[in-house]
């Protein structure tokens, strides 16, 4: 069954640094998205991306985020300065194309800043 | 907007029914129901359109009251591995096709 891929899967980096965190979509998949979720509380949607653009983000996707898909496979999100808030499990997700169909998640990137 | 899930968590013992409720203060164009089991990832379980239809799963089911902005997770003769947390997301009429926004979780726990 295709699988989305995200590495690495744990990152630790100091406050202040910029990680990067990366994904592969399912090939055909032409949605992406990135969500986090702090441990043991919901799982909160960051962005979503399609057509080599930003389709919708949150609130918490402030200028220190960034997103890019810098080739026809990977799917990156950058964090310029990390604060000791963004530790939390980062996932990517793709999905097909409409409305019509569910996402299937990565098994995420747990970020841990110190 | 968040929607809102209840109970927030449920004990029940294998064999045993449940329902997951989830609910909106906005028009819903869909709900989506996802099960994420403890150190994964949340796995996609169904989708549901507007137009009130309900699907089914094997033994788990849902349904979409449109008139309501409700959605309901059926769980019937629970097994042990339906434990987890499970999530609505819904994405809402007015907004983008590409933000669906999670429920914050209802755990649910299967004992033998």
């Known amino acids: 069954e295709p699988e989305v891929t995200q590495t690495p899967s744990h990152q630790v980096t100091q406050m202040g640094q910029e990680v990067i965190l990366r994904c592969v979509p399912i090939?055909?998949?032409?949605?992406f998205y990135w969500y986090r979720q702090i441990l043991g509380q919901k799982v909160e949607f960051l962005v979503s991306f399609y057509n080599n653009e930003i389709s919708e983000k949150s609130e918490i996707f402030d200028d220190q985020f960034s997103v890019e898909r810098p080739d026809g496979s990977n799917f990156t999100l950058k964090i310029r300065s990390t604060k000791l808030e963004d530790s939390a499990m980062y996932f990517c997700?793709?999905?097909?194309?409409?409305?019509?169909?569910?996402?299937?998640f990565g098994s995420g990137t747990r970020l841990t800043v110190v | 907007q968040q929607p809102v899930q209840s109970p927030q968590a449920v004990i029940l013992r294998e064999g045993e029914d449940a329902v997951i409720n989830c609910s909106s203060s906005?028009?819903?164009?869909?709900v989506h129901w996802y099960r994420q089991k403890h150190g994964e990832a949340p796995v996609f379980l169904m989708i549901?359109?507007?137009?009130?239809e309900q699907k089914g799963h094997e033994k788990i089911s849902a349904s979409f009251n449109e008139k309501k902005q409700q959605s309901s997770l059926y769980l019937t003769a629970s097994q042990l591995s339906y434990s987890g947390t499970y999530f609505c997301g819904t994405e809402h009429e007015l907004q983008g096709a590409q933000k669906l926004v999670f429920g914050q979780g209802t755990r649910l726990t299967i004992n033998p």
């Open positions: 906005k028009a819903l164009y869909s």
């Open positions: 997700a793709s999905s097909e194309v409409g409305r019509y169909y569910g996402y299937t």
């Open positions: 090939s055909n998949h032409l949605y």
């Open positions: 549901l359109l507007k137009g009130g």
